[in-house]
């Protein structure tokens, strides 16, 4: 049976051509060294070395055993290389679900950072519907969800982000676009362009809870998949749209953002993770949130 220590001893032999330099540079004996060669030549079933004068030479087949040989060890000093970058969280794969409205707060900067310090390891992203991402979560499909909305947290760990205030998206020829900021009984009267409750509930059940608390209901609700896409509609003249702050990045021809007065009409961004998750770079992921 061929083992690793004889492709080793046989690789070293060969660069040396003489037994014992080879065996110093094992660190082994030379009657040591000759019988693993011995073990080797019968393993195969072949002869590897053929006497010269005092000394030796590879034969064919010696030859192109050091040629193989050389490609297994270097491929398994790789492999082991990836073993152990692996199990440090320095390489392998991290699953990120996400909506369109996190993706837009401090989700990016972090996972800049991240593939900055771990550039070895590969991110999937997944853009999900809230529930989505929490059955992928648990059906460990995904490492880590980004969420505008309330975790179960006896089945998942959590981070929690600041709380992020609600900016009104107008038309930019809106009635109210030169205000500095916009009360929300202002908006009575108007039609609503909100990120689907599917998607956001977060987003969608705090908006429909302020209009309720400033006693009025949306004329018309138009339910869009993304804030981006909200953004695009309120353009369009559909409505207007309460969004989470983060939108302000979004250059977005055609519409205004405005202050919500008074504040206190908030979002909150939250990382979400399954328990039981020991995966090492959603470990490095989470310590960089």
């Known amino acids: 049976m061929i083992e690793l220590r004889h492709l080793r001893y046989f690789t070293v032999l060969a660069q040396e051509m003489n037994f014992r330099k080879a065996a110093v540079r094992l660190n082994i004996v030379q009657p040591a060294l000759s019988q693993n060669m011995r073990q080797l030549e019968e393993a195969l079933q072949t002869r590897l070395f053929a006497r010269q004068g005092r000394g030796f030479i590879l034969t064919p087949a010696g030859k192109a055993l050091q040629q193989e040989a050389a490609i297994s060890l270097k491929q398994l000093e790789k492999s082991l290389a990836t073993v152990q970058r692996t199990a440090r969280g320095e390489e392998g794969e991290?699953?990120?679900?996400?909506?369109?409205?996190?993706?837009?707060?401090?989700?990016?900067?972090?996972?800049?950072?991240?593939?900055?310090?771990?550039?070895?390891?590969?991110?999937?992203?997944?853009?999900?519907?809230?529930?989505?991402?929490?059955?992928?979560l648990a059906s460990e499909?995904?490492?880590?969800?980004?969420?505008?909305?309330?975790?179960?947290?006896?089945?998942?760990?959590?981070?929690?982000?600041?709380?992020?205030?609600?900016?009104?998206?107008?038309?930019?020829?809106?009635?109210?676009?030169?205000?500095?900021?916009?009360?929300?009984?202002?908006?009575?009267?108007?039609?609503?362009v909100i990120p689907m409750r599917l998607t956001t509930p977060g987003i969608?059940?705090?908006?429909?809870?302020?209009?309720?608390?400033?006693?009025?209901?949306?004329?018309?609700?138009?339910?869009?998949?993304?804030?981006?896409?909200?953004?695009?509609?309120?353009?369009?003249?559909?409505?207007v749209s309460l969004l989470p702050a983060c939108v302000s990045a979004i250059q977005h021809e055609g519409t205004t953002l405005r202050s919500l007065s008074p504040q206190g009409i908030e979002v909150r961004l939250r990382a979400?993770?399954?328990?039981?998750n020991s995966s090492a770079p959603l470990k490095h992921l989470i310590e960089m949130l």
């Not at 979400?272 to 039981?276: G, Q």
């Open 94 to 136: 991290l699953r990120i679900a996400a909506s369109g409205a996190s993706m837009l707060g401090p989700v990016p900067s972090t996972v800049r950072r991240f593939r900055k310090r771990y550039p070895r390891i590969k991110i999937v992203f997944r853009e999900l519907a809230s529930d989505e991402m929490f059955r992928s």
């Open 204 to 239: 969608y059940d705090t908006v429909m809870a302020a209009c309720a608390e400033a006693g009025f209901a949306p004329v018309e609700i138009q339910e869009i998949s993304t804030a981006q896409n909200a953004l695009s509609l309120v353009a369009a003249g559909f409505g």
């Open 272 to 276: 979400a993770w399954r328990r039981e």
């Open 141 to 192: 499909q995904s490492d880590i969800a980004f969420v505008y909305s309330e975790v179960d947290t006896r089945a998942f760990d959590i981070r929690m982000y600041n709380p992020e205030p609600l900016r009104v998206a107008l038309p930019s020829r809106h009635r109210l676009a030169t205000h500095h900021s916009i009360s929300l009984a202002e908006l009575r009267g108007e039609s609503f």
